[in-house]
């Protein structure tokens, strides 16, 4: 399984971006997890989707901001960003697991990152 991070950008606070996340494979197998990391930071949960959709957790920095969903035919993940902070800035992963999880080790592919850079 290969994931392919992108949509990450500059924008500044208030603005909204769109990351996508292509899965080659079959995505509808994985569970879905969204995580983040900022320079000097750890890698830090953002958001999660089950393999149908319809399950969906968020951390609670982003929650009510951020929406995650999935398109299984397109073998895609997203995460809509609105009402983006400067303390969202970081790079952003997608990674695939057999089962939800909130922690990094549950996770078995993961994509390379795309950077989100948000402005005051």
């Known amino acids: 399984v290969q994931l392919q991070a992108s949509g990450g950008g500059s924008v500044q606070a208030g603005g909204s971006l769109r990351l996508s996340c292509a899965v080659s494979g079959r995505t509808s197998s994985y569970d879905m997890g969204w995580f983040r990391q900022a320079p000097g930071k750890e890698r830090e949960f953002v958001a999660q989707?089950?393999?149908?959709?319809?399950?969906?957790y968020y951390a609670d920095s982003v929650k009510g901001r951020f929406t995650a969903s999935r398109n299984n035919a397109a073998n895609t993940v997203y995460l809509q960003m609105n009402s983006l902070k400067p303390e969202d800035t970081a790079v952003y992963y997608c990674?695939?697991?057999?089962?939800?999880?909130?922690?990094?080790?549950?996770?078995?592919?993961w994509g390379q990152g795309t950077l989100v850079t948000v402005s005051s």
């Open positions: 990674a695939a697991s057999r089962f939800l999880s909130y922690e990094v080790r549950a996770y078995d592919y």
């Open positions: 989707i089950n393999w149908s959709g319809s399950i969906t």
